[in-house]
């Protein structure tokens, strides 16, 4: 599935990271901290693989932020749609919002 373009070992554990080109086998997923993303096809991706054989994709490589976040905010974005999680407690979100199960708004249930 991969072709390694980079490869850096440690000498600590017998880890080892590498940027990887994804193929369109589609066979890995996206899965740092219970986010679970399906990379595309061409995306050059950061792979870490643990002495265990283990591995997990921890990024697009080369992603660029937009300019208005700021140092501890959240940014997550796809084709057509953007999650914003500011500082100063903001959610922005782009895109058709569609809820599965109850709505509350300041503990007032909505709809």
């Known amino acids: 599935m991969w072709l390694s373009e ?3 070992k440690s000498e600590m554990d017998g ?3 590498s940027v990887c080109i994804v193929d369109d086998s589609g066979d890995d997923t996206l899965s740092p901290a219970g986010i679970l ?3 595309k096809a061409g995306e050059a991706q950061l792979r870490i693989s643990g002495s265990d054989g283990s591995s997990v994709l921890v ?6 932020a937009p300019d208005d976040l700021l140092p501890g905010e959240i940014y997550i974005k ?9 500082n100063n ?3 922005n ?7 599965t ?3 509350k708004v300041n503990g007032a249930s909505v709809g």
């Open 6 to 8: 980079t490869k850096r």
């Open 15 to 17: 880890s080892a990271a």
């Open 37 to 39: 993303r399906l990379p």
């Open 59 to 64: 990024g697009v490589v080369g992603a660029d």
């Open 78 to 86: 796809t084709d057509s749609a953007v999650i914003t999680i500011k």
């Open 89 to 91: 407690g903001a959610v």
């Open 93 to 99: 979100i782009t895109g058709t919002v569609n809820i």
């Open 101 to 103: 199960g109850s709505l």
